[in-house]
């Protein structure tokens, strides 16, 4: 089975900045868009930032360009996600996802398959 294992969610202040990881069971990791996804309470899910197999391509959503970076370890089957810069309203529950196969990147939650349970953000004022 694929399962998808996030991390390094936690409490910062604005305007710091935390690195989340995921870890994916899988040899075949390296073949496949991997995006990062969050849900804030009450609010639905939406697209953070998703890197292509091949790593030279990201896509980031406009609220998180320029502070989150995007980026993978194929040999570790991992993927990153370095957050700066970080503001209240980034709080949630940020939710790692496997994407399509060889693809350039997607910001489309239907074209992703399998999903993590996802890592705490919290961001205080």
């Known amino acids: 089975q694929v399962q998808l294992v996030e991390s390094g969610g936690g409490l910062v202040q604005a305007g710091g900045s935390l690195r989340l990881t995921c870890a994916a069971s899988?040899?075949?990791?390296?073949?496949?868009?991997m995006g990062w996804f969050r849900q804030a309470p009450g609010k639905e899910r939406g697209f953070v930032a998703s890197v292509s197999w091949s790593g030279d391509g990201t896509r980031y959503a406009d609220s998180v360009k320029g502070r989150f970076t995007i980026s993978r370890d194929n040999a570790k089957n991992t993927v990153y996600l370095q957050m700066n810069s970080l503001r209240p309203e980034d709080t949630a529950v940020y939710t790692c996802?496997?994407?399509?196969?060889?693809?350039?990147?997607?910001?489309?939650?239907?074209?992703?398959?399998?999903w993590g349970q996802g890592t705490q953000v919290t961001v205080s004022s």
């Open positions: 899988e040899r075949t990791f390296s073949r496949y868009t």
């Open positions: 996802a496997r994407g399509p196969p060889y693809s350039s990147g997607s910001y489309r939650a239907e074209e992703y398959a399998y």
